[in-house]
Nanobody
């Protein structure tokens, strides 16, 4: 059974850092297209970052240079390091996996989802 479980969310002041983790089970995450998404209240879910099986990374423009996606194949875990956080980064963050290569960071192209981790950034 495929399962994704996020952790590491919390509250932080603007300029601070957080690292999200996503523990995968039931499949080998390094062979899937993995991504991080976020959804703020009243807004659509948006892509944040993705990583391909070959290690190629892609970032949304709003987080490029501040966030970094990575994975630990031995732990079957995906990470999102978030630095220089801004109040507009406040959202529920979701980990997702796709069996086939998604076109950009489009949520509908991902097959499996975690339940999310809340990130709150105060000014």
């Amino acid at each position: 059974q495929v399962q994704l479980v996020e952790s590491g969310g919390g509250s932080v002041q603007a300029g601070g850092s957080l690292r999200l983790s996503c523990a995968a089970s039931g499949f080998t995450a390094s062979t899937y297209y993995m991504g991080w998404f976020r959804q703020a209240p009243g807004k659509q879910r948006e892509g944040v970052a993705s990583i391909r099986p070959d290690g190629t990374r892609n970032y949304a423009g709003s987080v490029s240079g501040r966030f970094a996606i990575s994975r630990d194949n031995a732990k079957n875990t995906l990470y999102l390091q978030m630095n220089s956080l801004k109040p507009e980064d406040t959202a529920m963050y979701f980990c997702a996996a796709a069996r086939q290569m998604p076109i950009l960071l489009i949520p509908s192209q991902y097959n499996y989802w975690g339940r999310g981790a809340q990130v709150t950034v105060s000014s």
